[in-house]
C-alpha cells in the first residue's frame, strides 16, 4: 500500500521516443531525452551489466564502482531499472568506456517510459520488452545492439494513462475517505529549469538549459493549482471544498469513446484507488452543476470523530475549537464527494451527502454503476430538483461482502 496524496500522475498525449534495435532484427520503443552524438551506423556488442560485474548485488542497477571497465568498453550495456537514480546509470556506464545504455523496467513500472537527461545515448524500455531483451541477451552467443534517439511525439494515445509511480489507495490513515481525488498531468512535463543545476541533477554534468523535462506530483500539483485559481476567479465566493468538488465532480475517467482510464503499470483498467474521480477537465470544470460544500466546523467535527485532543486540533485550526463531549462524531458525515466503505459481513451501510445546485433551476439524475453484482447500492431520491439556490440531500446505501469496495457514484443529467 502506497500512502495517497490528494491528487495523483497521469501522461500526456507527448513522448520522446528512442529506439533499441538488437541483431535478431527486434526493435523496441522506449523514450530518452538525450542530445548529443549518435551511435556509430552498426550495431555494437550488448551484454547485462550483470556480466560485466564483479558485485552479484549491485552490478545489474549499474551503481557506481560495481562495474569492470574491460568488459564494458566500446559496448550497449542493459541495467535494471531501480536502486539508483536511471541517469547515474549511464554516468556509471559512461565512466566505464560503454558507448550506450538500455534501461530494462522491473515489473513494478508495467510499460511506463519515463524521459531521462542522460548524457550518453540510452533509453528505458517497458516491461514486456524488457522480458524479451533479457532473454536475447542472455541466449544468443553473440548478442548486438543500438540506441537511435527519435525526438518528440505528438499525439500519442491511449492518453492520459496512470502512471506506474502514482500514488495509490485505499487511504491508510482515514479509509472512509476515498483517495486520491484525482489525476493531472504530471509524466514528461515541460518545465522551467534553474541555469544553476544540471539537467540531469549529476555533478558531473556541465550542460545548463533554461527548460526540462520532469515528472512527479511536483508536476500534476500545479496544474491543480491553476485549475483552481481560474474557478476561484470565475467564483470568487467558493471555499475550497466547493472548488475540489468542481474539479473532481467533472473529472474524466473514460476515453472519448467511453473505455476506462488504463494504468500504465499494468496497462489494465484503472480503478478509483488510481485515478480517484478521474483526469482533471478544464473544459467543464467551470460549470460543475452541483458541488458538495464544508465549513471550517465540518472539518473541526471531523477531526473530532478521528480523536483528536483539543490541543491538536488548535495546531490545526489556528483558533480554540473543542469537540463537545455529549456529541456523537462520525468521519461519514465529513460531506466529502466521495467515499468507501470497509465492510464486515453482509451488513448495510448508509452515507448521506448534501449537494448545492450552482448550476440554476434543474433536475439532476442519479447514476449508480457497480463493477459486481455482489454489491447492491441505491441513491434516495433518485432525482434531484432544484429551484434557484436551493440545496438537496441524497443518501447512498449498500450491502455487500468482506471486501473493500469504492462507490463511484454522481448525479447526472443536468437539464436546468
Same mark, same amino acid.
Given at each position: 500500500?502506497?500512502?495517497?496524496?490528494?491528487?495523483?500522475?497521469?501522461?500526456?498525449?507527448?513522448?520522446?521516443? =528512442?529506439?533499441?534495435?538488437?541483431?535478431?532484427?527486434?526493435?523496441?520503443?522506449?523514450?530518452?531525452?538525450?542530445?548529443?552524438?549518435?551511435?556509430?551506423?552498426?550495431?555494437?556488442?550488448?551484454?547485462?551489466?550483470?556480466?560485466?560485474?564483479?558485485?552479484?548485488?549491485?552490478?545489474?542497477?549499474?551503481?557506481?564502482?560495481?562495474?569492470?571497465?574491460?568488459?564494458?568498453?566500446?559496448? +550497449?550495456?542493459?541495467?535494471?531499472?531501480?536502486?539508483?537514480?536511471?541517469?547515474?546509470?549511464?554516468?556509471?556506464?559512461?565512466?566505464?568506456?560503454?558507448? /550506450?545504455?538500455?534501461?530494462?523496467?522491473?515489473?513494478?513500472?508495467?510499460?511506463?517510459?519515463?524521459?531521462?537527461?542522460?548524457?550518453?545515448?540510452?533509453?528505458?524500455?517497458?516491461?514486456?520488452?524488457?522480458?524479451?531483451?533479457?532473454?536475447?541477451?542472455?541466449?544468443?552467443?553473440?548478442?548486438?545492439?543500438?540506441?537511435?534517439?527519435?525526438?518528440?511525439?505528438?499525439?500519442?494515445?491511449?492518453?492520459?494513462?496512470?502512471?506506474?509511480?502514482?500514488?495509490?489507495?485505499?487511504?491508510? +490513515?482515514?479509509?472512509?475517505?476515498?483517495?486520491?481525488?484525482?489525476?493531472?498531468?504530471?509524466?514528461? $512535463? !515541460?518545465?522551467?529549469?534553474?541555469?544553476?543545476?544540471?539537467?540531469?541533477?549529476?555533478?558531473?554534468?556541465?550542460?545548463? @538549459?533554461?527548460?526540462? $523535462?520532469?515528472?512527479?506530483?511536483?508536476?500534476?500539483?500545479?496544474?491543480?493549482?491553476?485549475?483552481?485559481?481560474?474557478?476561484?476567479? @470565475?467564483?470568487?465566493?467558493?471555499?475550497?471544498?466547493?472548488?475540489?468538488?468542481?474539479?473532481?465532480?467533472?473529472?474524466?475517467?473514460?476515453?472519448?469513446?467511453?473505455?476506462?482510464?488504463?494504468?500504465?503499470?499494468?496497462?489494465?483498467?484503472?480503478?478509483?484507488? /488510481?485515478?480517484?474521480?478521474?483526469?482533471?477537465?478544464?473544459?467543464?470544470?467551470?460549470?460543475?452543476?452541483?458541488?458538495?460544500?464544508?465549513?471550517?466546523?465540518?472539518?473541526?467535527?471531523?477531526?473530532?470523530?478521528?480523536?483528536?485532543?483539543?490541543?491538536?486540533?488548535?495546531?490545526?485550526?489556528?483558533?480554540?475549537?473543542?469537540?463537545?463531549?455529549?456529541?456523537?462524531?462520525?468521519?461519514?458525515?465529513?460531506?466529502?464527494?466521495?467515499? =468507501?466503505?470497509?465492510?464486515?459481513?453482509?451488513?448495510?451501510?448508509?452515507?448521506?451527502?448534501?449537494?448545492?445546485?450552482?448550476?440554476?433551476?434543474?433536475?439532476?439524475?442519479?447514476?449508480?454503476?457497480?463493477?459486481?453484482?455482489?454489491?447492491?447500492?441505491?441513491?434516495?431520491?433518485?432525482?434531484?430538483?432544484?429551484?434557484?439556490? !436551493?440545496?438537496?440531500?441524497?443518501?447512498?446505501?449498500?450491502?455487500?461482502?468482506?471486501?473493500?469496495?469504492?462507490?463511484?457514484?454522481? !448525479?447526472?443529467?443536468?437539464?436546468?
Amino acid at each position: 500500500m502506497v500512502k495517497s496524496t490528494p491528487n495523483s500522475v497521469g501522461t500526456i498525449d507527448c513522448d520522446f521516443p =528512442a529506439l533499441a534495435s538488437f541483431g535478431n532484427g527486434e526493435n523496441y520503443t522506449g523514450a530518452s531525452l538525450f542530445k548529443g552524438e549518435a551511435l556509430p551506423a552498426q550495431l555494437l556488442p550488448f551484454v547485462r551489466a550483470g556480466k560485466a560485474s564483479n558485485n552479484a548485488t549491485y552490478g545489474k542497477y549499474c551503481f557506481p564502482e560495481t562495474l569492470t571497465p574491460e568488459r564494458i568498453k566500446g559496448k +550497449i550495456f542493459m541495467c535494471e531499472e531501480g536502486g539508483n537514480d536511471n541517469v547515474e546509470k549511464g554516468e556509471v556506464v559512461k565512466a566505464a568506456g560503454g558507448l /550506450g545504455m538500455i534501461i530494462a523496467n522491473v515489473p513494478d513500472y508495467g510499460e511506463e517510459l519515463l524521459g531521462y537527461a542522460f548524457n550518453l545515448p540510452a533509453t528505458t524500455v517497458g516491461r514486456k520488452a524488457s522480458d524479451i531483451i533479457r532473454h536475447y541477451v542472455m541466449t544468443d552467443p553473440n548478442p548486438t545492439a543500438s540506441v537511435v534517439i527519435q525526438g518528440t511525439a505528438v499525439n500519442v494515445q491511449p492518453s492520459p494513462v496512470l502512471a506506474a509511480f502514482s500514488s495509490l489507495g485505499p487511504n491508510s +490513515i482515514t479509509p472512509n475517505i476515498l483517495k486520491p481525488d484525482l489525476i493531472a498531468p504530471g509524466v514528461n $512535463i !515541460l518545465a522551467a529549469w534553474t541555469g544553476a543545476v544540471e539537467p540531469s541533477g549529476l555533478a558531473s554534468d556541465t550542460r545548463r @538549459v533554461e527548460f526540462n $523535462i520532469i515528472s512527479g506530483t511536483s508536476m500534476s500539483c500545479p496544474h491543480v493549482s491553476g485549475l483552481a485559481a481560474l474557478l476561484k476567479s @470565475v467564483h470568487p465566493k467558493w471555499s475550497p471544498a466547493a472548488i475540489r468538488s468542481a474539479l473532481m465532480t467533472t473529472a474524466c475517467n473514460t476515453y472519448s469513446d467511453r473505455q476506462p482510464l488504463l494504468d500504465i503499470a499494468t496497462v489494465e483498467p484503472s480503478t478509483p484507488f /488510481g485515478h480517484g474521480a478521474g483526469h482533471v477537465s478544464p473544459t467543464t470544470v467551470i460549470s460543475p452543476g452541483l458541488i458538495y460544500d464544508l465549513t471550517t466546523q465540518d472539518y473541526i467535527d471531523f477531526l473530532c470523530a478521528l480523536n483528536y485532543k483539543s490541543s491538536q486540533i488548535t495546531k490545526v485550526s489556528r483558533g480554540s475549537y473543542a469537540c463537545d463531549s455529549n456529541k456523537t462524531y462520525s468521519v461519514t458525515d465529513l460531506n466529502y464527494l466521495s467515499f =468507501a466503505v470497509n465492510v464486515e459481513g453482509s451488513n448495510t451501510y448508509k452515507y448521506t451527502r448534501t449537494v448545492t445546485s450552482v448550476g440554476g433551476a434543474g433536475s439532476y439524475s442519479v447514476k449508480v454503476i457497480s463493477e459486481t453484482t455482489a454489491v447492491k447500492i441505491s441513491v434516495e431520491p433518485p432525482v434531484l430538483t432544484f429551484k434557484e439556490g !436551493l440545496t438537496a440531500l441524497a443518501a447512498s446505501s449498500g450491502q455487500m461482502g468482506n471486501t473493500w469496495w469504492p462507490v463511484p457514484w454522481r !448525479l447526472a443529467g443536468h437539464s436546468g
